[in-house]
């Protein structure tokens, strides 16, 4: 089913790609020798590729403030490359990682996007955290034709030929959680919390008009605290007042480690005050504390505990490559999946030139990824299930409901 | 309730400006890695509370008491560290100091961050800190926010009979008015600045432990607190411990309350904004007290 003509048209190809779906999908990966398929042929674009090697970059932060959040996804990006390597490389081709660190500073992450697409030649580049930075290192991409993989939720409203976006963006991850809340807990008043920023803001954006033209519920407050609030003292007594059936919150950092230790020791418990976020995972629970999240609610794509065959596999091979006492929340399992859908694509382009690998990308399905099935839009964002899970004492999460695939819609009508 | 609010953000803000208060005050040094040795605190405590679980996990409910401590000797000890090598030759520069402590503390932060990782930690918290008092149906008053007031009061009668009362309160007094007198008449001035600066640090590191109840402890932690620290002892007067007592409480207060009635942005900008005026109109702060420099 390798055979594909490579003079088809992109056009023919990705159709083709798209009917093949999930059967070349599953293990047939790499069986392609470098001896089949010269550098010339696959390399149309002076790509940094030889006959045993291809170049890609990891573009984070590891140092600054967001190195907190960012260590994860490294981890898992080398940890997906580690075990392409070792099934024989991309097109018979080892992949050489160039790790450049952003250093939480977004002007440094579009010199580094730039260094690496126009001094290193990299394949491809997985990288970016921050919403921030990654809209500084789009025009370099957009302008060299350079491939991103963007691995954290955000808040949508962005769709580039440059770019594969592979966590939720805000409608997949909001309007689940939603409709779930109204219909197993009831919930008719909400109370909206976030940080300061554009993702949080966003988010409740597209909450708030979900929760008054669909779910036909009200907002009772919305409130937005500076990046790096410690004190919430205030706001938890409003809410106390105000008596809402669902606190709905985007807290994120070190602000929201205070406010849900806060909250647990001003006598508001999640029995008490049911609560659902679209920030918290693993890694947060962590810094926080488990007992201080028992009964939260998160929705997210993916959590560590989910009982699928494809996480039990990725579970442990990150225990062992990155120790025992590691955690994995949904970002990190987010970078796990770029470099194994940019191997898919490239695969069916046989070619590592951008535009190549960008017209096969759509369509491409993996059944049995961490968190289940997945499929590529044409929108370059995820076909993907949303899960609620409720917090345990131990920092894991109980699975409590599980959505349909949901189809990305990064530019939502009637939410803007 | 909503009063407790304000008195706990009080506690909070006295607790983190007070080392500041002694440091900038007194010394007027700028540190602006006053917020990294809050930090060393908080890790120091993570560290207490691994190995109580570890070793002797009888001994949980009791730890936290020595953390306190442990916090304060590490803190006091790498203050002083600073101090000897780097501070003292900075004096007669506030400027380069400013830069210098600023270097300082992204270094910290950069070794803290190789050290312990980049995530975020938590310390194991007694039982008897965890939940809320209820002295009436519907007011609960959150057992860490208490915790974090008492040991407010504690510290700061401590550091008042230490100023005011002990003899080595009577020498930093003494270098602060008239550094050359203070030294004619025997007192090592060095020695004095040393151990402020060090004592400074070491009431930081204290309140970093304090602060793992109520917020997080990562690398960069200590910088969430650097501003409101400097806003408090600046408005409040530098030099003027009881200055930045009034300052934290009148800040606290109105943060507070505004808080109740906007969303915490607007709070924080009206704040800023108040302060602002003040210091506008009077300059000097708060309280000010007439030393000859």
């Known amino acids: 089913m390798y055979f594909l003509d490579k003079a088809r048209d992109a056009l023919k190809r990705k159709r083709l790609v798209a009917a093949l779906g999930a059967s070349m999908l599953l293990g047939a990966v790499s069986t392609v020798s470098a001896a089949t398929l010269p550098t010339a042929q696959v390399n149309t674009t002076g790509l940094a590729i030889t006959d045993s090697t291809v170049k890609v970059g990891i573009l984070h932060s590891t140092t600054g403030t967001m190195a907190i959040s960012e260590t994860g996804s490294v981890e898992a990006e080398k940890l997906a490359i580690d075990q392409i390597n070792a099934m024989g490389g991309i097109l018979g081709r080892k992949i050489e990682i160039i790790q450049e660190d952003g250093a939480s500073d977004w002007p440094t992450f579009a010199e580094k996007a730039k260094k690496l697409l126009e001094k290193d030649q990299v394949a491809a580049v997985f990288g970016c955290w921050t919403s921030a930075s990654r809209k500084a290192v789009l025009p370099v991409f957009e302008n060299d034709n350079g491939l991103l993989y963007y691995p954290t939720f955000y808040e949508g409203l962005e769709e580039s030929k440059n770019v594969f976006y592979t966590g939720q963006e805000a409608t997949q991850q909001i309007l689940a959680g939603l409709d779930w809340a109204s219909k197993e807990l009831g919930a008719k008043t909400f109370y909206l919390v976030g940080s300061d920023y554009i993702w949080p803001r966003t988010s409740m954006k597209i909450a708030r008009k979900h929760i008054e033209n669909v779910l036909k519920g009200t907002v009772v407050g919305e409130e937005y605290y500076p990046l790096g609030s410690t004190q919430f003292g205030s706001l938890i007594n409003k809410i106390k007042l105000k008596k809402p059936d669902l606190v709905f919150g985007a807290v994120v950092g070190g602000s929201n480690v205070a406010w849900f230790k806060q909250l647990n020791a001003a006598g508001l418990t999640f029995k008490k005050q049911p609560m659902l976020t679209i920030s918290v995972t693993e890694d947060e629970v962590l810094g926080i504390g488990g007992e201080n999240v028992e009964g939260l609610y998160s929705s997210m794509m993916y959590f560590q505990s989910l009982d699928l065959p494809g996480n039990k596999k990725f579970v442990d091979a990150f225990k062992t490559k990155w120790g025992a006492d590691s955690v994995i929340g949904d970002v990190t399992e987010s970078g796990y999946l770029g470099p194994w859908l940019w191997l898919r694509a490239v695969e069916a382009a046989k070619s590592f030139d951008v535009d190549k690998v960008v017209a096969a990308s759509p369509g491409i399905e993996w059944e049995d990824s961490p968190h289940g099935y997945l499929k590529v839009d044409k929108n370059h964002h995820l076909w993907m299930k949303t899960r609620i899970g409720e917090w345990q004492k131990d920092g894991q999460v109980k699975i409590v409901y599980e959505s349909d695939v949901i189809k990305p819609d990064p530019f939502p009508a009637g939410y803007q | ?293």
């Open chain 2, 1 to 293: 309730m909503q009063a407790f609010a304000g008195v706990s953000l009080f506690s909070v803000f006295v607790l983190m400006a007070l080392g500041l208060a002694i440091i900038f005050g007194q010394m007027g040094v700028i540190n602006m890695a006053h917020g990294e040795f809050l930090t060393i605190g908080a890790y120091s405590t993570v560290m207490m509370s691994m190995l109580a679980e570890k070793f002797m996990p009888e001994f949980l409910p009791y730890y936290f008491i020595f953390a306190i401590l442990v916090a304060f000797v590490v803190a006091f000890s790498i203050g002083y560290l600073v101090e000897f090598l780097m501070i003292r030759h900075l004096y007669r520069r506030p400027l380069d100091t400013l830069l210098a402590t600023w270097g300082l503390s992204l270094i910290m932060q950069q070794i803290f961050r190789s050290a312990f990782g980049a995530r975020e930690v938590s310390a194991t918290l007694p039982d008897w800190l965890m939940g809320s008092w209820q002295p009436v149906e519907g007011v609960d008053i959150p057992l860490n926010g208490l915790f974090v007031l008492g040991l407010t009061i504690l510290l700061s009668l401590a550091v008042f009979i230490f100023l005011f009362k002990s003899r080595w309160g009577l020498k930093v007094r003494a270098t602060t008015q008239n550094r050359l007198m203070a030294g004619a008449v025997g007192i090592s001035t060095p020695m004095v600045d040393r151990v402020t600066f060090a004592l400074g640090c070491g009431i930081a590191g204290v309140a970093g432990a304090a602060f793992t109840t109520i917020a997080s402890t990562g690398p960069t932690s200590g910088s969430l607190y650097i501003v409101d620290t400097f806003l408090v002892v600046v408005f409040g007067g530098a030099g003027s411990l009881l200055g930045t007592f009034a300052s934290a409480f009148s800040i606290a207060q109105a943060q507070s309350v505004m808080e109740f009635f906007m969303s915490g942005s607007m709070a924080k900008v009206l704040t800023l904004l108040a302060v602002i005026i003040i210091l506008m109109i009077r300059p000097e702060g708060l309280f000010s007290v007439k030393v000859r420099k």
